[in-house]
């Protein structure tokens, strides 16, 4: 693979954090030559405890280094240490999940709309489902009535109001800002990513993304949706293994972002009563 690339073009960073991934790597890489037009510089953070035979898959592919924390860091930790990981002078930089596959020019694409859009921090493409079907991957900020009623009813009901209003953004064909975009896939630019201290680490798995696309736009950035570039996203591949753990890390998240996002002494009744509904929904979940 990467048979035209050369290892000096860096004008592309890619980092992906890999937690058992050693068997969906390769699709994964493959489809990185077809989503550019120049050699990046990967960066895998590996998350996996012990040896699964990622650095006997990738030991021929010059362009792809791996680093592994000291321990599992989670997502955006990770991704924080591999952009860490990358030359200084390298500014715009894919993060991406190791299940991807990306689309023909998918990240030109990206790389396109950030020279348009010179107040873009983060710009992300359409995703798809195995299914083909489109991931909301672009979304509003939640709202504490629309993350409520999003995270009680989206199970049971999933054309419910809040959840509709939340992921409004899928009705756009047009490329235009969002509050946040996922985390599966998007492209940042480093200075802005920097300028707000990257991913906050406490967020171990879930949200951090959502967290991310708020801190950007606090501080005077845009997160911009470019439908124009596509990927394939075939999900949960890796945190499958530790199901259990990722639903706690999941509503652990959805409870830190809302009690973050509404410090407020006086909603401390509704972070309580907030907490206690999302340990209920897990409790429900798992039976």
Not at 9 to 23: K, L, N
Request: charged share 20%; proline share 6%.
């Amino acid at each position: 693979m990467h048979g035209r690339w050369t290892v000096a073009d860096d004008r592309v960073g890619i980092v992906a954090v890999t937690y058992f991934s050693a068997e969906i790597i390769a699709p994964f890489l493959d489809s990185v030559e077809g989503a550019l037009s120049s050699s990046p510089q990967i960066i895998l953070v590996d998350n996996t405890p012990g040896d699964d035979g990622l650095a006997a898959r990738v030991a021929t592919d010059p362009c792809v280094s791996i680093t592994r924390p000291v321990s599992n860091v989670g997502y955006g930790g990770g991704m924080n240490v591999g952009v860490a990981r990358l030359p200084k002078d390298i500014e715009l930089i894919v993060l991406a999940n190791p299940d991807v596959v990306l689309g023909k020019g998918s990240i030109d694409v990206l790389i396109d709309a950030a020279r348009r859009h010179p107040e873009g921090a983060a710009f992300g493409p359409l995703i798809r489902s195995d299914d083909g079907a489109i991931y909301p991957s672009a979304r509003k900020l939640p709202s504490l009535r629309t993350g409520i009623g999003h995270a009680t009813f989206v199970r049971i009901w999933p054309g419910n109001p809040w959840t509709t209003s939340y992921r409004n953004d899928l009705a756009s064909v047009d490329e235009h800002a969002v509050g946040w975009l996922s985390g599966a896939f998007l492209l940042v630019r480093r200075s802005a990513f920097d300028s707000v201290g990257g991913f906050d680490k406490r967020f171990f798995m879930y949200f951090e993304d959502v967290d991310l696309g708020r801190n950007l736009g606090l501080a005077g950035w845009k997160n911009i949706y470019v439908p124009s570039s596509e990927v394939l996203h075939h999900g949960a591949l890796s945190t499958s293994r530790a199901a259990k753990i990722m639903l706690r890390a999941h509503h652990t998240s959805a409870y830190r972002y809302l009690a973050k996002r509404y410090p407020q002494w006086y909603l401390l009744p509704v972070r309580l009563m907030l907490r206690i509904g999302l340990w209920l929904r897990g409790r429900l979940a798992k039976g």
